[in-house]
């Protein structure tokens, strides 16, 4: 048996050593071999709440640079740490009422120091764990030997200072009413102001909270502690109670973690010890008589207590022996072999002092002991056997340790009780699985892991249960003593609790490797460590060689695409320097013309030519903003098709006949040619009219005076239809050509700067065609002119729909008449657009009805008579209300009538608010700067089924 080999220490020496190094280096291979097959880390969505700062001395602080730094800073950043959020601080220049206000608005999501009354808990959501803890005292000047603490014949007379608005004001003036003393109160609106008075001798004594008292201030009442919350909104009770869950984890990772910032930020390191008259001449006469203070405490709870060779060690041992060191007293730790002696000494009244008895669990009739304030909060954990599963059954627990006891009845009162005399027993109870585990202060059953060499055991933490360790003073010895002794230990454990902690409590790892190889030495563990070393030196090599290949790859991508994003930026910057020429331009002449109008209104003429500039060029402006629009709905695939019979060859003669004026203009000859007449498909008449606009324009803009244009229609019985236009105009050379259609691009040519453009018309004649299933093909050569060719594919119509087109039944004349005396809706909540457009509806014979909003265009319909109004023109965009959650209300009220045509009349021409307005239950879509022509072939078409229902 393996077990069974024996190795003198030399050799033991030497494997060990031997061991330690190859499994470091086996160890550093594995890391590696892990990072290069990682995954990412998981990453979710993070929240960030904002925390008031508000400035407050020691608890909320700010730096010149803006560093922030504090008691209460330091507490968020560290909760931060086990919640997945952060935290932004807002408020440095508000006061604390202030912060609340910005809670109580919205502004704020988390109040860090917070007391908890009545109208708090009812009005917000307070944190269970307390943040920090404030005093509440009666303090006098350091020096002030007339004012004796207890002895209220001396506070005669004395002038108080107290806030105006501190929360304990009542309350004291009743306490001082009750001892009987005269007194003056001076209030304060301030804490700096209060302090001042008092440094000042403007009074004698300040009645304030304090969470550390002032160095130059003596303490002569004490009326009790305040705790202080973390509080939020009552509709963020989530938020607080995953602070409190955050708070619990502190707890159990740093049960002293208050104690240390308090130390940190309030330290008490250059403090001062402040005795009676009583306590200082106890102290001097055991210090002059040489008396050896009698102290006791358990020796089998190591790292806390415990002897080493006699000498009593450990943290508690050391906090007893720094404190009688900080008096200048003698002292002795009474050595004891068991915990059944050190329960006797205790019981027996025969030590001074019990140095580490539970705050939490002691019975004051059997301990006849006064015990002092915690100076160690310690958590609690599970020993148990690495490998065990399953629900807790039966625990140990050491002999007489009330505190464990106590928990277990608060926490497993199913679980049976093992009672045993030794940590050596409870070890032996796990293993050998008499036990299902043992409850020890964490710090214990961490040591008793790791100095398991057979790393049998493993150290689960009691999540939210702690205890706290306090001394005893014998009950029988001076009480003047435990004031000495209380208020030294006290200081002592804040200055040096954690240097000493610190010493005993090494990292808690239960996973010792080294120290289970050592046990089982055997050349066949090393043969095979050595093969494996070697086969991870070998993935390794090829997994860099991978590696290395990957990333050179990624970065030519890399660089591929930022010079792609360089050129793409530099196109765009070129194009929004051109577009700001091209927009003021027309955008001049608009505001220069309608200047001259103004000035010539009474010259008709003058004023006519003014008013056509105004309209040409307000129209290439409007050109210029759809082929921007055009472009982005084109790049996010938000552009839809509008499907409807039409007539291509009118469809072709209505564009080229908009651009006759500019070729006359520049006297050119624009000549249109087709090879059908009347030729009738289902297809989108506006984009394929944009298709010819932006090519016949571009061909007048790059053709010079005098030139020549040929268009050209050719339709076929498959429904194909080639659109042709060449020109004889400057040309292209074969790079640009390839470059025509992209996005902001324009020739870099001076024959064309002076000519107005942004380099988005082909983009959207490629991105129409594309859409419609069409080819665009380009032929140029420079200083020869260009031939753009399109062809489209277009859907058959059915003959009624052909017949409907060729042969309209209604004139405009009738329809105009159609509408005379019907009176209409009209919701905008602009005034002058609702001007507009009330004269141009007005124009074709209808009555106008204005409504400012949605709200109340829909009390309007609700109070109006069946089919008093016979259309609604709709604003998405209002106040109130907008006109889509109009339009649902109008359809879902109970009027007769709530089927009524409604026409969106908005500058909103997305696709996704055409969709929108089409989901409401809308009828049509008048897209703004609106015209006469539109609003009658929609209002038209919109209500044909109108007609055909009162026929």
Not at 272 to 288: G, M, Y
Request: proline letters at 3%; one cysteine or more; hydrophobic letters at 40%.
């Amino acid at each position: 048996m393996i077990a069974n080999v024996c190795i003198n220490k030399k050799q033991k020496g030497i494997i060990k050593h031997i061991l330690t190094s190859f499994v470091s280096v086996l160890m550093m291979i594995c890391m590696l071999a892990n990072t290069a097959y990682a995954a990412n880390v998981p990453k979710e969505e993070t929240p960030d709440y904002k925390v008031a700062f508000y400035a407050f001395d020691c608890f909320n602080m700010q730096d010149k640079n803006g560093m922030r730094y504090g008691y209460g800073y330091e507490m968020m950043q560290n909760l931060s740490k086990y919640m997945q959020c952060t935290f932004s601080y807002v408020g440095y220049d508000k006061t604390a009422n202030e912060c609340v206000d910005m809670l109580r608005n919205g502004e704020l999501d988390i109040y860090t120091a917070a007391r908890s009354t009545p109208e708090r808990q009812s009005e917000f959501a307070i944190s269970k764990h307390l943040s920090i803890t404030a005093t509440t005292c009666m303090n006098v000047k350091v020096g002030n030997d007339k004012v004796v603490e207890g002895d209220y014949s001396t506070y005669n007379g004395l002038r108080i200072g107290l806030l105006a608005k501190h929360t304990y004001n009542p309350q004291f003036l009743e306490w001082a009413e009750s001892k009987g003393f005269t007194y003056e109160i001076k209030y304060y609106e301030t804490q700096t102001e209060l302090s001042k008075a008092l440094i000042d001798n403007e009074i004698d004594a300040i009645v304030n909270s304090y969470i550390c008292t002032p160095e130059d201030e003596r303490i002569i009442e004490n009326f009790g502690q305040t705790p202080y919350y973390i509080m939020a909104r009552k509709e963020d009770q989530a938020l607080i109670d995953k602070i409190d869950d955050a708070i619990d984890r502190m707890n159990v990772e740093n049960p002293n973690w208050r104690v240390d910032l308090y130390n940190r930020y309030y330290g008490t390191q250059n403090a001062s010890i402040e005795f009676t008259n009583d306590e200082q001449a106890l102290l001097d006469k055991l210090i002059a008589d040489g008396t050896v203070i009698t102290a006791v405490m358990n020796p089998d709870r190591k790292p806390y207590s415990f002897f080493d060779n006699g000498t009593a060690s450990g943290i508690d041992a050391e906090i007893f022996i720094a404190t009688a060191e900080k008096l200048g007293l003698k002292y002795e730790i009474m050595p004891v072999a068991s915990r059944q002696e050190y329960m006797d000494i205790i019981l027996n009244g025969k030590a001074d002092i019990w140095i580490d008895s539970e705050c939490d669990y002691i019975d004051d009739n059997q301990f006849k002991y006064k015990f002092t304030d915690p100076y160690l909060t310690s958590s609690v954990s599970v020993l148990r056997s690495r490998g065990a599963s399953g629900k807790i059954k039966k625990i140990a627990v050491l002999d007489n340790n009330v505190d464990v006891k106590e928990i277990l009845s608060s926490n497993w009162p199913d679980v049976e009780i093992v009672s045993v005399t030794s940590t050596d027993r409870c070890i032996q109870q796990i293993v050998s699985g008499k036990v299902d585990g043992a409850l020890l202060p964490t710090y214990t059953a961490q040591r008793l892991a790791r100095d398991d060499v057979q790393n049998r055991l493993r150290v689960d933490i009691v999540p939210g249960v702690e205890f706290d360790l306090c001394m005893g003073i014998n009950a029988n010895v001076d009480y003047n003593f435990y004031g000495i002794w209380s208020k030294t230990l006290s200081l002592v454990s804040a200055d040096i609790r954690s240097e000493i902690v610190q010493s005993y409590v090494e990292e808690a790892s239960t996973t010792t490797p080294i120290e289970y190889l050592f046990d089982h030495p055997t050349v066949f563990i090393i043969i095979v460590a050595v093969v494996l070393l070697i086969i991870f030196l070998i993935v390794l090599y090829f997994q860099s060689v991978k590696s290395k290949n990957i990333q050179t790859e990624i970065s030519k991508k890399l660089a591929v695409a930022l010079n792609d994003a360089e050129v793409a930026t530099e196109a765009k910057n070129e194009f929004f320097s051109k577009m700001s020429h091209d927009i003021r331009t027309p955008l001049n002449v608009v505001l220069g013309m309608t200047q001259i109008a103004q000035k010539y209104k009474n010259d008709m003429p003058r004023l006519s030519e003014a008013l056509d500039s105004i309209t040409s060029e307000g129209n290439y402006l409007l050109v210029l903003i759809n082929s921007i629009l055009d472009v982005n709905q084109l790049e996010h695939g938000h552009m839809e098709l509008v499907n409807t019979p039409f007539n291509v060859t009118e469809c072709v003669r209505q564009s080229t006949d908009i651009l006759k004026p500019l070729a006359d203009k520049k006297e050119q000859k624009l000549n249109v040619k087709y090879n059908c007449d009347n030729f009738v498909v289902i297809g989108d008449s506006n984009r394929f009219s944009q298709i010819i606009i932006n090519i016949v324009s571009n061909a007048i803009k790059y053709t010079e005076d005098g030139g020549t244009i040929n268009v050209s229609l050719e339709c076929s019985p498959d429904l194909r239809c080639k659109f042709i236009c060449k020109d004889n105009g400057i040309g292209m050379t074969e790079d640009f050509v390839s470059h025509i259609t992209e996005d902001y691009v324009r020739a870099e040519d001076s024959r064309v700067s002076k000519i107005q453009g942004t380099g988005l018309g082909m983009s959207v004649v490629k991105g129409f065609t594309e859409l419609m299933n069409g080819t665009l093909s380009i032929k140029s050569k420079l200083g020869e002119g260009s031939t753009f060719v399109v062809e489209i594919p277009f859907m058959q119509a059915t003959k009624e729909q052909i017949e409907d087109i060729l042969n309209p039944a209604e004139n405009e004349t009738d329809i105009y008449e159609k509408f005379t005396g019907k009176k209409v809706l009209l919701v905008e909540d602009n005034e002058l657009n609702a001007e507009i457009a009330t004269e141009l509806l007005q124009s074709i014979g209808l009555t106008v009805d204005w409504a400012e909003n949605g709200a109340i265009a829909v009390d309007r319909f609700n109070n109006s008579k069946p089919d008093e109004y016979f259309a609604i023109f709709m604003d998405m965009q209002m106040p109130v209300m907008d006109g889509v959650e109009a339009t649902k209300t109008i359809r879902n009220s109970n009027q007769p009538d709530n089927g009524i045509p409604i026409f969106a009349m908005t500058a909103n021409t997305f696709a996704s608010d055409r969709k929108r307005c089409r989901d409401a239950g809308m009828n049509g879509y008048i897209a703004k700067p609106i015209n006469v022509e539109v609003i009658v072939t929609t209002l038209n078409e919109g209500t044909k089924d109108e007609d055909k229902k009162h026929k």
